[in-house]
């Protein structure tokens, strides 16, 4: 059973910085595309940023683009999400998502077969 847990959410100021990690365990992680999606009050969870499983193909919504940073550390079984810059609208709950064996639903919910618990995010003015 493959289980995949969040952490470094909290509270930070506008412009400030955090770094969500996601440890994977009872599964091959080296082999597991991976994501990140957020789910912001009162709606549906979206997708932010996809890693392949070598690091090669990366994607991230436009919004995020040029301040958040996925990346992937397959000796250590765990996915990383840098994020810089942030924004009150960056506020949600934050989940890590694992083996998405299609590119093309990279950005869909259903396009993973894995989930974490969700971690949260709360960026203040």
């Known amino acids: 059973q493959v289980q995949l847990v969040e952490s470094g959410g909290g509270s930070v100021q506008v412009g400030g910085s955090l770094r969500l990690s996601c440890a994977a365990s009872?599964?091959?992680?080296?082999?597991?595309?991976m994501g990140w999606f957020r789910q912001a009050p009162g709606k549906e969870r979206d997708f932010v940023a996809h890693?392949?499983?070598?690091?090669?193909?990366?994607d991230y919504i436009d919004s995020v683009k040029g301040r958040f940073t996925i990346s992937k550390d397959n000796a250590k079984n765990t996915l990383y999400l840098q994020m810089n810059s942030l924004k009150p609208e960056d506020t949600a709950v934050y989940y890590c998502?694992?083996?998405?064996?299609?590119?093309?639903?990279?950005?869909?919910?259903?396009?993973?077969?894995?989930w974490g618990q969700g971690t949260l995010v709360t960026v203040s003015s």
């Open positions: 998502a694992g083996d998405a064996p299609e590119y093309a639903r990279r950005r869909s919910n259903s396009g993973y077969r894995y």
């Open positions: 009872g599964g091959t992680f080296r082999n597991y595309n």
């Open positions: 890693i392949s499983w070598n690091g090669v193909a990366i």
